[in-house]
């Protein structure tokens, strides 16, 4: 029953992979480096599509992408020799190996801060916001590193203690076509070594997870101004703080704890940080379009000049407009305002003018036409102003005379 009970626990472990290098012809297939390339496809095709749904140009990530890429390979190999200075530079290394990427070996923060360093390049080449950049990029990028972990698997690298659980990780031993032991490229016997915790396994299913709560986020919430790149990096330096904890194969430690575990914490806090103070909502669709037309390639040293120089003319173009704009508008409101004070009457003129409209709306009130009638002369005075004598006696005794005649008449018809 014992053996029975051994063997069912056997037969539930995970198997590696009884080699990662394949030969064809000369040429050798690892599956290492075939796992990387397939996850940066991956992030460069989702990229673009997420960066087309914000908005931006089409091409922009595979633009920014051979900056970043190359970057970020030589800052994840600079990272793990850095960190495993002893196995080149130690007294059993070998200098030389360090340029080996092949035979494994990148750090993932490296590969972050290099290529991001690329990125910002990459940016400012074609003039494109890197924090939205990174907030499309972000869950992407986090997909392949869950690929690139199955590279770890077919290395057999980045696993854990021993273990005895259902899921443990068999570890074979390999060898060369000379027998010599080589694992990372020879062939495995079948003979197992070891049975450890599949800490790889643990990091891309929680890489997923990430992928998932990332994408749900930002279509719920919007998150822009490389806030969304903060949550993915909070997110995965915390699932590998926990991954450092199961991990037992040869690393660089202080004080006794790996040194990514310090990394680990010091980057999720800036993290965190950085989604706390950044400027909240999203980019809209034009501040993501580039400010050059040109898209020359990272190795076009003549061409980058010449988009760099269009790019600041365009630039400065922009911002003399934006200075010239406002004085433009300053004064068009104050020829608008000059118009309409002059064409417009102020309230006290047009109280005095309604004050000297008359009741029946001829034009002028009583009072108006009180005072011309004082200040304009009488025209029957002025005509008889002159040589003339005045005739107003004339007129009073021609009256008298009309009423006598008028008298004597009426009696001349009575006695008749």
Known sequence: MSNG????????????????????????????????????????????RRWQQRGGQQGAILDVAMFAVPFGLVGGRLYHVATDWQKYFG????????????????????????????????????????????????????????????????????????????????????????????????????????????????????????????????????????????????GYCLGRFVVELLRDDEATKIAGIRINSFTSAIVFLAAVAYFVFATKGRETADQLQPSTVSRPWPWQIGALRAAGAESEAASKAAAAADAVAPKHAAATKDELSGATAESEPSAAESEKDESEKGADGSGKSEVAEANTAADEPDLTKSVNSGNEPDTTDDDSKESETSDTEQGKVATSKKDD
Request: include cysteine; charge should be neutral.
């Open 5 to 48: 009970a051994v063997t069912a626990d056997v037969l539930a472990y995970i198997p590696s992979p009884s080699q990662g290098v394949w030969h064809i012809g000369a040429f050798p297939l690892r599956a290492y480096a075939l796992c990387i390339i397939i996850g940066i496809i991956v992030a460069i095709w989702w990229g673009e």
């Open 91 to 234: 007294a059993d290394g070998h200098p030389i190996d360090a340029l080996k990427i092949y035979q494994g070996g990148l750090g993932i923060w490296g590969a972050v801060f290099l290529g991001g360093v690329g990125a910002w390049i990459g940016c400012r080449v074609y003039r494109i916001p890197l924090p939205a950049l990174g907030d499309a990029i972000a869950p992407p990028i986090l997909l392949a590193q869950a690929i690139g972990r199955l590279g770890n698997y077919f290395n057999q690298e980045l696993y854990g203690r021993k273990t005895d659980l259902p899921w443990g990780l068999e570890i074979y031993l390999r060898f060369d076509d000379q027998g010599k032991l080589d694992m990372m490229n020879g062939v495995s016997t079948g003979v197992v070594d070891k049975v450890v915790q599949p800490t790889f396994l643990y990091e891309m299913i929680w890489n997923l997870l990430i992928v998932v709560l990332l994408v749900q986020i930002d279509k719920r919430y919007r998150i822009g101004h490389g806030r969304l790149f903060a949550l993915y990096v909070a």
